[in-house]
């Protein structure tokens, strides 16, 4: 089908309510009271003015967390295609990095730069401090970030009985180890609570770049057998942050006073959002087709047959009534 490209004026983000609606779509369920933006912006802002009693913004969670973005499969399963296991980078069709999946380009998209050293971080290593956890520390960690009426129990614990910035820390948390928890949560998550004393700076300081990194190079050297991919959004600011001039859409890099502004804020064009400014299909017409366009080898049709089957766009789709 020949349909024109969609020109679509850019539309501010930051102070718009956002919620994730479709369960089945999202990366993954968003279980606290608020939602991503607000989040940042609160948290930054108790960060500079000194409110944050938990010093959140020190841990850089809020740094690694990013939006929910609307789930495209093929344009990873074309990634994973073109995926470069030795450079670890995504590579065009002539060869050529499109951007690399490494600590270092993570940390530089983000604008992240720390001052101390940073610990290691994986899946083994918060196992074996979860199984150090004493009753102590857990009943330290239920005092901070339980509601005061829930059970004192070992875990894992129900995720219903944690309080508010209980379950904003468990989205970040969960959102940064690739997986989410919206009924039990165990000792691994327990273990990075465990990090936070009110009035002190966090304990340890971990490598989430390190981990992302080696997360998404696993999870594109199994996807063919797992079918899942959890980092999404990892791949979408990546993609505009080192291939910026290659889509028809404006990107907002600086703020009024020509800093550069954290990368979620460039664009909202991608997010899954209830109330998104943008719409789906300006979703698949400005950041899809261009991005398969520099993954394929020839143009792809604006309407692939997959979604003229979810349309039910000609008579060999319809299959029933919504």
């Not at 609160?42 to 809020?62: C, M, Q, R, V």
């Not at 940390?107 to 940073?118: D, G, I, T």
């Not at 079918?227 to 001039?245: A, D, G, W």
Request: with cysteine; aromatic share 14%; net charge neutral.
């Amino acid at each position: 089908m020949n349909i024109a490209p969609l020109k679509a004026p850019h539309k501010e983000l930051e102070w718009l309510s956002l919620a994730d609606r479709d369960y089945q779509m999202a990366e993954a369920v968003e279980v606290s009271s608020k939602y991503h933006i607000p989040v940042i912006n609160e948290l930054k802002a108790k960060h500079i003015n000194g409110t944050d009693i938990l010093k959140i913004w020190d841990s850089h969670f809020p740094i690694f967390y990013l939006p929910q973005v609307n789930v495209f499969p093929d344009l990873i399963h074309q990634c994973c295609e073109n995926y470069g296991p030795n450079q670890r980078a995504i590579l065009n069709t002539s060869g050529s990095v499109l951007f690399y999946v490494t600590p270092e380009a993570i940390n530089q998209m983000l604008h992240f730069q720390s001052p101390n050293s940073l610990t290691p971080l994986s899946m083994q290593h918060l196992i074996d401090q979860g199984a150090k956890l004493s009753s102590a520390q857990i009943t330290r960690i239920a005092q901070s970030f339980m509601k005061p009426d829930s059970p004192q129990r070992p875990p894992p614990i129900l995720h219903v009985w944690f309080n508010d910035i209980g379950k904003i820390l468990m989205d970040m948390i969960t959102y940064i180890l690739g997986y989410n928890t919206n009924e039990y949560v165990d000792e691994t998550i327990l273990v990075m609570l465990s990090m936070f004393t009110p009035g002190k700076h966090p304990s340890v300081q971990y490598d989430y770049a390190t981990l992302i990194a080696n997360k998404i190079h696993e999870k594109f050297m199994n996807l063919e057998r797992e079918r899942v991919f959890k980092y999404t959004s990892y791949i979408y600011h990546l993609l505009i942050f080192n291939q910026p001039n290659s889509f028809p859409f404006s990107l907002k890099k600086l703020d009024a006073q020509g800093n550069r502004r954290f990368v979620v804020f460039w664009s909202s064009l991608f997010y899954h959002a209830f109330y998104s400014p943008y719409s789906y299909c300006e979703f698949i017409d400005l950041f899809i087709y261009p991005t398969m366009s520099f993954l394929l080898s020839s143009p792809p049709p604006r309407l692939t047959d997959e979604m003229q089957k979810v349309l039910q766009l000609s008579k060999n789709y319809s299959i029933g009534d919504w």
